[in-house]
């Protein structure tokens, strides 16, 4: 069942785990932009992002890589859909991600609505 599972997120522990994302089975598929289930984080206990199917979570290490992912997240990007779109790839690190961000306000992944992390976290 690996292929209905999606990539949930916890900033803060920098982790990555993949859950179910809806009971709906018309809405598995790659391109689905936000969960119905939520999922906390089994570290800290504090509600997990939603990322999609192709996220890459970085190593736990790369405090550059998974703030890159934080900034995405918050601004609406999904790591949705299979690779195969003409807007340009992600950024990996933070130095690149705002100016990544203000530059594709249209961009193919940006699927979502801009959410505050540290708000977003304590909700249940
Ligand atoms: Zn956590």
Redesign the pocket.
């Known amino acids: 069942m690996d292929r209905f599972l999606f990539k949930f997120a ?1 900033f ?2 920098r ?1 990555s785990f993949k859950k179910a994302a809806t009971n709906n089975i018309e809405q598995y598929n790659a391109h689905l932009p936000e969960a119905e289930l939520s999922h906390n ?6 509600k ?1 992002a939603f990322m999609g199917r192709q996220f890459q979570p970085p190593p736990k290490s790369d405090l550059s890589g998974w703030k890159s992912a934080q900034l995405l997240w918050e601004h609406g990007f999904r790591f949705v859909g299979n690779g195969f779109h003409s807007s340009p790839a992600l950024p990996k690190k933070k130095a690149d991600t705002l100016t990544f961000i203000s530059e594709n306000t249209e961009h193919n992944q940006k699927v979502s609505f801009s959410v505050d992390w540290e708000a977003y976290k304590t909700t249940t």
């Open positions: 916890c803060d522990c982790v984080c089994m570290n800290c206990g504090n997990m």
